[in-house]
């Protein structure tokens, strides 16, 4: 099987792009991605582009680019939508079916103000309820303060660092910086989540190229593992969604023989301040229970031993749905190759994406991909 | 209520929502050996996770509701 590195990466900033389309904000993450990689569109053997809303995406990009004649795999997976288009391309080159594969994630509110995350599908059976995506991720909170202790003050806490980090990455749409009052004091938005702990419905496109071709520079990917949810929910101890992170690192750590200490930068998903506090645990950073002392002892700050999204995360940096997870891959393959900019870890040699989607009733989760980086010559 | 769950279940969690210009709770239930989704028409202050609720169903929207014991 081939081995697999990130030759290019394109991220280009977050923000409102009220006037620019989707196909633009893919563009000009590809162009980024392609240049970074010093190869020509026509050195491209397949594109798997993560989208949400619309049908024909990457095809439209591609004509855009003028660049046809090649596979174009469209994937949606929620908010994992590119990390799953990532997985198929990795997958593809291992194989040895494509040699170099473009990954794209692209998504604009903007122009599509419907597409993407926000409330569940009026089709699911507990759209019924009212129940919200912020509100399933309020009922994680509620049940990790009742269980564990976990404190609204450490909640807070994951939205101060995330957006001190926000602050200094020049990609980020959210440059503020908080204090832990103005989380708590702004507006409620699921009993106990506030505004300023959920993500911001953000435009913005990232660019991957991905190649098995000897010779060809840049991370390696050490492991990709893609799972869903079981079918159902039983009505064991654990919230939504925890068992499939937990199922899906435990099989990336089984895979690669690295533990998670030895893991020197992390991009998770935080669209809400409690999912990176169950995914510290679920991803074995630190045992059940104990991520709220964690995050308060700063341990996944910038200087601390564990960073964990020193992008400034889906909180800050923000969170286009179907480019998430291929933004959190790209911000990884800049870390590990020192190209991040002010918010740089010092000389990382292993980093790691998890993303995780959901929104689907009776299942726990869409999709967990869990992708481990190990920084390669360059 | 579906015949496959208990009349009585345990709170597991619960959250409070803004919805249409108004507020809606919803509360995660353990009913037997599943967990269920239920609205809940209570003062959040009043619950608890661990209490036990009854469980209604309601046809319009079809939806469980839990009620405290």
Redesign the interface.
């Known amino acids: 099987m081939s081995e697999v590195r990130i030759a290019g990466a394109g991220l280009p900033p977050f923000g409102k792009f009220p006037d620019r389309s989707v196909v633009d904000l893919a563009v000009e993450a590809i162009i980024l991605a392609l240049d970074s990689a010093g190869i020509v569109p026509a050195e491209i053997d397949a594109a798997f582009f993560g989208a949400a809303g619309g049908f024909g995406l990457g095809q439209r990009v591609m004509v855009a680019l003028g660049c046809g004649g090649v596979p174009i795999v469209n994937t949606e997976n929620a908010c994992a939508s590119s990390a799953a288009a990532f997985y198929l391309a990795q997958l593809g080159i291992r194989a040895g079916e494509f040699r170099r594969c473009l990954v794209v994630g692209a998504h604009s509110y903007s122009s599509n103000p419907s597409a993407g995350a926000g409330a569940l599908a009026s089709t699911e059976p507990d759209f019924a309820t009212g129940l919200t995506l912020p509100g399933l991720y309020a009922l994680i909170a509620r049940r990790h303060m009742s269980e564990h202790g976990t404190t609204p003050r450490q909640l807070a806490l994951v939205a101060v660092k995330n957006h001190s980090n926000g602050a200094l990455n020049p990609r980020a749409h959210h440059r503020g910086a908080l204090t832990v009052e103005e989380v708590l004091a702004s507006r409620m938005i699921a009993d106990p989540l506030t505004l300023y702990q959920c993500c911001a419905r953000t435009d913005g496109a990232a660019a991957l190229v991905l190649s098995g071709v000897p010779g060809d520079k840049g991370p390696k990917v050490r492991s990709c593992v893609l799972l869903s949810g079981a079918v159902g929910t039983s009505s064991g101890s654990k919230s939504w969604g925890v068992d499939l992170v937990s199922q899906t690192a435990g099989t990336v750590w089984e895979q690669s023989s690295v533990a998670p200490s030895d893991v020197d930068v992390f991009e998770v998903h935080d669209a809400f301040t409690i999912g990176e506090l169950v995914s510290y645990e679920a991803l074995g950073l630190c045992d059940e229970g104990e991520s709220g002392p964690m995050v308060e002892r700063n341990e996944t700050g910038l200087g601390g031993a564990h960073p964990v999204n020193s992008s400034g995360g889906l909180l800050a940096r923000g969170h286009p749905v179907a480019a998430t997870g291929a933004a959190m891959l790209a911000e990884i393959a800049l870390q590990l190759t020192d190209s991040a900019g002010p918010h740089q870890v010092p000389s990382p040699r292993l980093g790691v994406a998890e993303t995780m989607g959901g929104g689907t009733s009776g299942i726990s989760g869409n999709a967990c991909v869990i992708t481990l980086l190990e920084r390669g010559t360059r | 209520v579906p015949e496959r769950l208990p009349p009585v279940a345990e709170v597991?969690?619960?959250?409070?929502?803004?919805?249409h210009g108004g507020h809606?709770s919803?509360a995660?239930l353990?009913?037997?050996?599943?967990?269920v989704?239920?609205?809940l028409e209570t003062d959040?202050a009043e619950m608890n996770?661990?209490q036990s609720v009854r469980l209604v169903a309601v046809p319009d929207?079809?939806?469980?509701r839990a009620e405290p014991l």
């Not at chain 2, 597991?12 to 919805?19: A, G, Q, V």
């Not at chain 2, 353990?30 to 967990?35: H, I, K, P, T, Y």
């Not at chain 2, 929207?61 to 469980?64: G, S």
């Open positions: 597991f969690s619960f959250t409070k929502m803004p919805s809606v919803v995660l353990n009913a037997g050996d599943v967990r989704l239920a609205s959040l996770i661990g929207p079809p939806v469980l």
